[in-house]
C-alpha cells in the first residue's frame, strides 16, 4: 500500500498562486492512478483532480478547470498540483490520496482511492 504525506499548503491572497506535493512510499505509486481532494468546513470530501499512472490523461472538477495542473514524477514518487488564480472558494485542507491496481484511471469519488495523505491546509485570504 502506498504511504502519502501532502506539503506545500499555506495562506495566500486572492489572485495568488501555491503547489502542492504529495510525496509517496510503495512500490506501486507509479502503476495507479493519483488523485487530489479538498474538503472545507462542514462541507463534504470533494474531488479536485486526478492524473493516470503514466500521466497521459488528466482530469479536473469543474471549479478548477483552466486554474489547477496536475503533474507526477514517477521517479521521485512524487505528485503536484498547482494552484493558480486561487479564490476564497478554493480555501480547505487538500488532500491525495492513491487509487488502487487494476481500476481504471478516472475515479471522481472518495471511496475509489485506498490510500491518503494527512491533508495540507490552503487559506485564501480576500
Known amino acids: 500500500q ?3 504525506v501532502e506539503s ?5 491572497q486572492t489572485g495568488g498562486s501555491l503547489k502542492l506535493s504529495c510525496a509517496a512510499s510503495g512500490r506501486s505509486f507509479s502503476t495507479v492512478a493519483m488523485g ?6 462542514g462541507k463534504e470530501r470533494e474531488f479536485v483532480s486526478v492524473i493516470s499512472w503514466s500521466s ?12 489547477f495542473t496536475i503533474s507526477r514524477d514517477n521517479a521521485k514518487n512524487t505528485v ?9 472558494a478554493d480555501t480547505a485542507v487538500y488532500y491525495c ?12 469519488r ?4 485506498v490510500s491518503w495523505g494527512q491533508g495540507t491546509q490552503v487559506i485564501v485570504s480576500s
Do not use: C, I
Not at 490520496?97 to 471522481?108: E, K, N
Open 36 to 41: 487530489w481532494f479538498r474538503q472545507a468546513p
Open 8 to 12: 506545500g499548503g499555506g495562506l495566500v
Open 110 to 113: 472518495p471511496g475509489d482511492y
Open 80 to 88: 503536484y498540483l498547482e494552484m493558480n488564480s486561487l479564490k476564497p
Open 97 to 108: 490520496a492513491a487509487g488502487s491496481y487494476g481500476s481504471g484511471w478516472l475515479r471522481t
Open 2 to 4: 502506498v504511504q502519502l
Open 56 to 67: 497521459d490523461m488528466t482530469y479536473y472538477a469543474e471549479s478548477v478547470k483552466g486554474r
